[in-house]
């Protein structure tokens, strides 16, 4: 089955919206097995998703629309796509009666009429009620083409595809497909790929998928068997092979983030953390508190940005910037010493560098260091992130994360 995912929405043409829908359905539709051949974007024209919806038939199995299904004059998603398959639009007085109870019970005020332009749906089709928001999706089939319509609101999408369109195409499918991602940190996506290509290539079932995404990479196995229980089987070997063959550069299957594995190996082993951070700007902090149950583990931070706060909050000898520099491998390690003293913590953490626009004239622009203090031992890393500074400030924290884990399951912490 290949599908085609058809946003909807002027919005998402200008840039004023990011599509994250398109993101997050195909990340679903891939766990279900399903090929996405398009994404195709359209404004809120009816010639223009005529034109798109036509294409759209002519090519994929299953298409599914997001956006233009609520209340206003340029929600036209609906009755474009009745047309192009030539079905009616009925009143469904269920949904007409949820969207009124959801203003009066939930937002506690009159409801305009135009509200009531969400009731009205293809005859035939299957309803999903949007418990999250008001427009209702559905789908049918016509022409052997399968139809999804979610609407556009990033979290009603996401929820809809959850509970109401994933179980729907599982239906569709004969047997069971299963999916595992390892997730890599510290190699890059040709270093990864490369070695695997030709396996890649001939591999069936399971396949091998990789993708890179916010400076790491993933490897997703997925398998097709009659029972899920014949799919973890199958992919086993294979799971097992690529974390030998990868080595430490695997840091979880199916693992949310790195910061949450760091975090759970902290609260295992009852041990806790404080970061001082210059470049980052409390990145590494935010990551952590990001997480439920951070206080357990995560002791505090200090964001000393500034030369002279690295003095004055945390105590690194002025002598030192003046001989080394700010961006050197000693104010980093001193920045983790003195951070773990001062929050009486088991770890410390050190980030300096330059995140630019502009060099030191001893170093270019994305050098970092990152330190790692312990009551034992202590470790530096030198990192380069280019230019851009987010990535800089992303790559950064991860490395400390990395360091915290390598260290704490007795890996290699300064080199990858």
């Given at each position: 089955?290949?599908?085609?995912i058809?946003?909807?929405?002027?919005?998402?043409?200008?840039?004023?919206?990011?599509?994250?829908?398109?993101?997050?359905?195909?990340?679903?539709?891939?766990?279900?097995?399903?090929?996405?051949?398009?994404?195709?974007?359209?404004?809120?024209?009816?010639?223009?998703?005529?034109?798109?919806?036509?294409?759209?038939?002519?090519?994929?199995?299953?298409?599914?629309?997001?956006?233009?299904?609520?209340?206003?004059?340029?929600?036209?998603?609906?009755?474009?796509?009745?047309?192009a398959?030539?079905?009616?639009?009925?009143?469904?007085?269920?949904?007409?009666?949820?969207?009124?109870?959801?203003?009066?019970?939930?937002?506690?005020?009159p409801?305009?009429?135009?509200?009531?332009?969400?009731?009205?749906?293809?005859?035939?089709?299957?309803?999903?009620?949007?418990?999250?928001?008001?427009?209702?999706?559905?789908?049918?089939e016509?022409?052997?083409?399968?139809?999804?319509?979610l609407?556009?609101?990033?979290?009603?999408?996401?929820?809809?595809?959850?509970?109401?369109?994933?179980?729907?195409?599982?239906?569709?499918?004969?047997?069971?497909?299963?999916?595992?991602?390892?997730?890599?940190?510290?190699?890059?996506?040709?270093?990864?790929?490369?070695?695997?290509?030709?396996?890649?290539?001939?591999?069936?079932?399971?396949?091998?998928?990789?993708?890179?995404?916010?400076?790491?990479?993933?490897?997703?196995?997925?398998?097709?068997?009659?029972?899920?229980?014949?799919?973890?089987?199958?992919?086993?070997?294979?799971?097992?092979?690529?974390?030998?063959?990868?080595?430490?550069?695997?840091?979880?299957?199916?693992?949310?983030?790195?910061?949450?594995?760091?975090?759970?190996?902290?609260?295992?082993?009852?041990?806790?953390?404080?970061?001082?951070?210059?470049?980052?700007?409390?990145?590494?902090?935010?990551?952590?508190?990001?997480?439920?149950?951070?206080?357990?583990?995560?002791?505090?931070?200090?964001?000393?940005?500034?030369?002279?706060?690295?003095t004055?909050?945390?105590?690194?000898?002025?002598?030192?910037?003046?001989?080394?520099?700010?961006?050197?491998?000693?104010?980093?390690?001193?920045?983790?010493?003195?951070?773990?003293?001062?929050?009486?913590?088991?770890?410390?953490?050190?980030?300096?560098?330059?995140?630019?626009?502009?060099?030191?004239?001893?170093?270019?622009?994305?050098?970092?260091?990152?330190?790692?203090?312990?009551?034992?031992?202590?470790?530096?890393r030198?990192?380069?992130?280019?230019r851009?500074?987010?990535?800089?400030?992303?790559?950064?924290?991860?490395?400390?994360?990395?360091?915290?884990?390598?260290?704490?399951?007795?890996?290699?912490?300064?080199?990858?």
């Amino acid at each position: 089955m290949i599908a085609e995912i058809l946003s909807v929405g002027t919005e998402l043409l200008l840039g004023n919206t990011v599509n994250t829908d398109a993101r997050d359905i195909s990340e679903y539709l891939s766990a279900l097995g399903i090929d996405v051949g398009w994404h195709t974007v359209v404004g809120d024209n009816p010639g223009r998703l005529t034109d798109a919806v036509n294409i759209a038939k002519s090519r994929a199995d299953l298409i599914i629309t997001t956006g233009g299904l609520g209340p206003t004059c340029d929600d036209l998603t609906k009755q474009v796509l009745a047309a192009a398959f030539g079905i009616e639009l009925y009143f469904d007085e269920t949904e007409a009666e949820r969207i009124r109870g959801y203003f009066s019970r939930r937002i506690g005020r009159p409801m305009t009429e135009n509200n009531l332009q969400q009731a009205w749906l293809p005859v035939g089709c299957t309803v999903f009620s949007n418990l999250w928001g008001t427009a209702p999706g559905c789908t049918f089939e016509k022409d052997g083409v399968r139809v999804i319509m979610l609407p556009g609101p990033p979290r009603e999408c996401r929820a809809m595809f959850e509970n109401c369109a994933m179980p729907y195409l599982r239906t569709l499918g004969e047997g069971e497909i299963v999916s595992h991602n390892l997730r890599i940190f510290g190699r890059g996506e040709s270093e990864v790929e490369f070695p695997l290509r030709e396996r890649m290539n001939a591999m069936r079932n399971p396949t091998l998928a990789p993708y890179a995404k916010e400076g790491e990479m993933f490897l997703r196995v997925t398998a097709k068997a009659a029972t899920r229980e014949e799919a973890e089987r199958m992919m086993e070997p294979v799971i097992a092979e690529l974390r030998e063959s990868l080595g430490a550069v695997v840091y979880g299957v199916d693992a949310t983030s790195l910061e949450a594995v760091v975090s759970d190996l902290l609260r295992e082993k009852g041990l806790t953390l404080a970061a001082a951070e210059s470049c980052t700007g409390g990145l590494l902090s935010k990551r952590m508190t990001d997480l439920p149950g951070a206080s357990e583990v995560f002791r505090g931070g200090a964001v000393v940005y500034a030369t002279d706060s690295k003095t004055s909050l945390l105590g690194v000898p002025a002598a030192l910037i003046e001989e080394k520099g700010v961006v050197s491998r000693e104010v980093a390690l001193s920045l983790a010493e003195n951070v773990r003293a001062v929050f009486s913590a088991d770890f410390g953490v050190g980030i300096t560098g330059l995140a630019g626009p502009d060099g030191d004239g001893v170093h270019p622009v994305g050098t970092v260091f990152v330190a790692l203090a312990a009551a034992d031992d202590s470790f530096v890393r030198e990192i380069h992130g280019g230019r851009d500074r987010d990535r800089i400030r992303t790559m950064a924290a991860s490395h400390a994360l990395d360091m915290l884990r390598r260290y704490m399951t007795g890996l290699p912490v300064e080199k990858i």
